[in-house]
T-cell receptor, first 113, second 112 residues
Framework: KAGVTQTPRYLIKTRGQQVTLSCSPISGHRSVSWYQQTPGQGLQFLFEYFSETQRNKGNFPGRFSGRQFSNSRSEMNVSTLELGDSALYLC????????????FGPGTRLTVL | GEDVEQSLFLSVREGDSSVINCTYTDSSSTYLYWYKQEPGAGLQLLTYIFSNMDMKQDQRLTVLLNKKDKHLSLRIADTQTGDSAIYFCAAISSGSARQLTFGSGTQLTVLP
């Protein structure tokens, strides 16, 4: 069974641009969560989607948004990029609603110049 | 909200036991998790413990939970160089804002 895949793996953008990151969960998994990892703030929860509905949202500005498609694939979008958005963005999938079987992808490294 | 704290660094000799500690603040936390992150990789779930348990053992890993002190530890027996990584403690509460809160991570270095 293939793991969680994230594309692209690396991305360089400039301030003010927008970016879309993609996450394909493990086959059969209906829940996708997104996390931002930075040296300063550590791992922070962005949002969680289950069956195309946002179930939970972390404390991030409205520039950060996401969606989930009917095949459970998810995208997150960051508009008007700031230098502080440089981070590793991790996606994780679960079959149901229990974190006891949550699998992470390798992440997308976003650099904002 | 929940706050999870960990020490930043730990060094051990190969073959010794490693003990990584974590404290959390929300007494309603139902599940507590340990994740491992190797360089350039995502997080790997190592083990978890339910809040009504005191201990859980899984091969070389032992998790101890002191619910009164809100203290969690991960013991790795016979630590190997391949265990060098960052270890994250995480907690989830039973409240409606169900989300994982992670500690800052402990960098474990295993010396030969």
């Amino acid at each position: 069974k293939a793991g969680v895949t994230q594309t692209p793996r690396y991305l360089i953008k400039t301030r003010g641009q927008q970016v879309t990151l993609s996450c394909s969960p493990i086959s059969g998994h209906r829940s996708v969560s997104w996390y931002q990892q930075t040296p300063g703030q550590g791992l922070q929860f962005l949002f969680e989607y289950f069956s195309e509905t946002q179930r939970n949202k972390g404390n991030f500005p409205g520039r950060f948004s996401g969606r989930q498609f009917s095949n459970s694939r998810s995208e997150m979008n960051v508009s008007t990029l700031e230098l502080g958005d440089s981070a590793l963005y991790l996606c994780a999938s679960m079959q149901g609603l229990t974190y006891n079987e949550q699998f992470f992808g390798p992440g997308t490294r976003l650099t904002v110049l | 909200g929940e706050d999870v704290e960990q020490s930043l660094f730990l060094s051990v000799r190969e073959g010794d036991s490693s003990v990584i500690n974590c404290t959390y603040t929300d007494s309603s936390s139902t599940y507590l998790y340990w994740y491992k992150q190797e360089p350039g990789a995502g997080l790997q779930l190592l083990t978890y413990i339910f809040s009504n348990m005191d201990m859980k053992q899984d091969q070389r890993l032992t998790v101890l939970l002191n619910k009164k002190d809100k203290h969690l530890s991960l013991r790795i027996a016979d630590t190997q160089t391949g265990d060098s990584a960052i270890y994250f403690c995480a907690a989830i509460s039973s409240g409606s804002a169900r989300q994982l809160t992670f500690g800052s991570g402990t960098q474990l270095t295993v010396l030969p």
